[in-house]
């Protein structure tokens, strides 16, 4: 199990708690070469702050729908102002 403790061969990279290489969201600039949850990155050329995704104990499932409604609603909320 040690052989693999930040879950690289078992996980998709945005389930894993520590991230590398982790770019801004905004302009794909470098931020990190390695960063454990959680994390705030304020990106030092567009000042995009890049924050790693609330860690929630909930079934895979029903988080990730979760994870959806959050994300429509704030499209919503963005592009209605
Ligand atoms: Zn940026």
Redesign the pocket.
């Known amino acids: 199990m040690s052989l693999d403790p930040y879950g690289e061969n078992t996980q998709p990279e945005y389930k894993r708690s520590t991230r590398v290489k982790v770019r ?1 969201g ?2 794909g ?1 470098l931020l990190a070469e390695r960063v454990t949850a959680p994390w705030t990155i304020k ?1 030092s ?2 000042k ?1 702050v890049n924050e790693s995704a609330p860690l929630i104990p909930a079934p895979q499932e029903l988080s990730e729908k979760a994870a959806l409604k959050v994300a429509t609603a704030r499209n919503e909320q963005t592009s209605g102002s």
Request: some cysteine; aromatic content about 0%; hydrophobic content about 0%.
């Open positions: 801004c905004n302009c600039r990106c050329r567009c995009c």
